[in-house]
């Protein structure tokens, strides 16, 4: 037989679109030709294709001309993941394995030119893309993809560590004796989900205790753990900011199997995914060099950005002002929506984008703005500048914004440690319950009609909010932001309703950048 299909997937965003690799081989002037809108890397595959056949000791078909055709033909196809494909279809071309035993697997994997399998990004996304639409199929990777790809619950996947040793499941009946190695490099992987998770808990976070002083500042972070908000921490260098937010993922409560799913898939299309950092909430936090489309993503295709590398997790940006204004303004849209959309001319890919952000910022350039210790000596054109680059609608949409001031030489020294991680996580845990219970959703996620029908706002609170945003100006937006704070404020006290010491602590959460200035 002389046209062989093989089964693959192309990704596209966290989309894995159906290839079939059609080879045939045919009598002619003997040339390798590959056609399907294939990038660089996959047209280097023809080189890589006829070393690893080759050198594992099987028949190259030097004197045919081989066509590979990746359908469809108008589908971007990018990495190393078609070399394992090529081959196989064509060894089935030339008849040294079974074409028709192929059917019902589907192949990814790049070839060394020894024949050896190397890992292909994206593998749990693949397969989670292929759970997600109730596709039915064997994915056979190589054996670190393989380990990725079986996370997926009810995933059918097959490790292989060389050419041979997927070459030796499809040669017809005796053929298989004649192929060196044992075939121990063939198995089926079969992962468990929560017990591969099971020792990834809080407990080996940064504990909180470590952090002395700054009361405010740790129930501004039980507050934000508790409702799902979004934290700007305002202060003077060396105040704590960033000891405080490293230690923030360790409030929240322990992952999902079906977010860290979600997680995992979008490390994975970056290459970036590690078995060890399994069920983890994740801390991403990008330098403030950090571009637009490194920070929501982008390219072609289109990549995801820290955003959604933090889905489910943190995303913590320090130095917030330094941050290119383009990259801080397109985070609107994130946290309002939770994904992230990126349009090109020929493709469109949406990512997660589901994370607390957690922010730090001098009040000032020289950072010492309202401190007691030194002397700010910048003008207040300089602080209106500073504080300038941080756009009002960016700000309303952060719902605490706290100032962190310095610990004295004498309390970092004398005092004790405070409360640790895992007391305040269970407050805060307490308190996300009863939200859920109540609405299905954490309390920053309200929206329209949801904040009225769940605030439970009483009379006097009602007056004193009206009052206070008429006085601070808030906005609509501003106005909700801070209800919903009050909401959980009520949560963590185990209040019904919202009352006037909840909406009064609320209004102190926004006023950060008010009072520095």
Not at 8 to 34: D, I, K, Q, Y
Not at 227 to 246: D, E, F, N, T, W
Not at 306 to 333: K, M, Q, T, Y
Not at 481 to 509: C, F, M, P, S, W
Request: hydrophobic fraction near 45%; proline fraction near 6%; charged fraction near 20%.
């Amino acid at each position: 037989m002389s046209l062989a299909l093989v089964q693959s997937r192309a990704l596209l965003g966290l989309e894995a679109a159906r290839v079939t690799v059609e080879v045939h081989l045919a009598n002619g002037l003997p040339s390798f030709t590959l056609v399907g809108l294939a990038d660089v890397e996959v047209k280097e595959a023809r080189e890589r294709v006829r070393s690893a056949i080759q050198n594992a000791g099987l028949e190259f078909p030097s004197n045919k001309r081989i066509t590979v055709n990746l359908a469809p033909a108008d589908l971007p196809k990018d990495s190393g993941r078609f070399d394992l494909p090529i081959a196989l279809g064509i060894l089935a071309g030339s008849g040294q394995i079974e074409a028709e035993r192929l059917a019902g697997h589907e192949f990814a994997g790049e070839l060394s030119l020894s024949g050896h399998l190397r890992p292909v990004r994206g593998a749990l996304a693949m397969a989670l893309a292929l759970h997600g639409a109730g596709v039915a199929t064997r994915l056979v990777l190589p054996a670190d993809s393989a380990r990725e790809a079986a996370l997926v619950p009810g995933a059918d996947i097959y490790a292989a560590d060389h050419l041979l040793d997927v070459v030796r499941q499809f040669m017809p009946a005796g053929a298989a004796a004649l192929v060196e190695g044992d075939g121990s490099g063939w198995a089926r992987v079969v992962a468990d989900p929560v017990a591969d998770g099971a020792g990834a808990g809080s407990d080996d976070l940064p504990d909180l205790a470590d952090v002395k002083g700054h009361a405010g500042a740790r129930r501004a972070l039980e507050i934000a753990a508790a409702g799902g908000h979004s934290l700007l921490m305002v202060g003077p260098p060396g105040s704590g900011k960033s000891m405080l937010a490293h230690r923030f993922a360790g409030l929240l409560p322990p992952m999902e199997v079906q977010e860290a799913l979600e997680n995992a898939a979008v490390a994975s299309l970056g290459g970036r995914f590690a078995i060890e950092r399994w069920l983890r909430r994740p801390t991403i936090a990008p330098h403030h060099t950090s571009s637009a489309v490194a920070l929501v993503g982008g390219g072609s295709p289109p990549r995801p950005g820290e955003i959604s590398l933090a889905h489910h997790g943190v995303l913590f940006l320090d130095e917030f002002p330094e941050f290119s204004r383009s990259a801080l303004e397109a985070l609107r849209e994130p946290l309002e929506t939770g994904t992230i959309t990126i349009a090109r001319a020929a493709r469109r890919s949406e990512f997660p984008a589901r994370f607390q952000l957690i922010a730090a910022m001098n009040p000032c350039p020289c950072g010492y703005l309202g401190s007691a210790v030194k002397t700010c000596r910048c003008t207040p054109e300089q602080v209106a500048r500073y504080q300038g680059k941080l756009s009002g609608p960016l700000l309303d949409r952060i719902d605490l914004q706290i100032e962190v001031p310095a610990v004295s030489a004498r309390e970092l020294l004398e005092a004790p440690a405070g409360e640790s991680t895992g007391a305040i996580r269970a407050r805060a845990g307490a308190a996300r319950d009863l939200a859920l219970a109540r609405q299905g959703k954490t309390n920053q996620a309200l929206q329209g009609a949801e904040i009225d029908r769940h605030a439970g706002l009483d009379a006097a609170a009602q007056a004193f909010l009206q009052t206070a945003a008429a006085k601070l100006g808030w906005s609509a937006r501003g106005t909700h932001r801070a209800l919903k704070v009050a909401r959980t404020i009520a949560d963590l006290a185990g209040a019904e309703a919202v009352q006037v010491v909840h909406v009064g602590e609320a209004v102190q959460y926004r006023r950060a950048l008010q009072s520095a200035a």
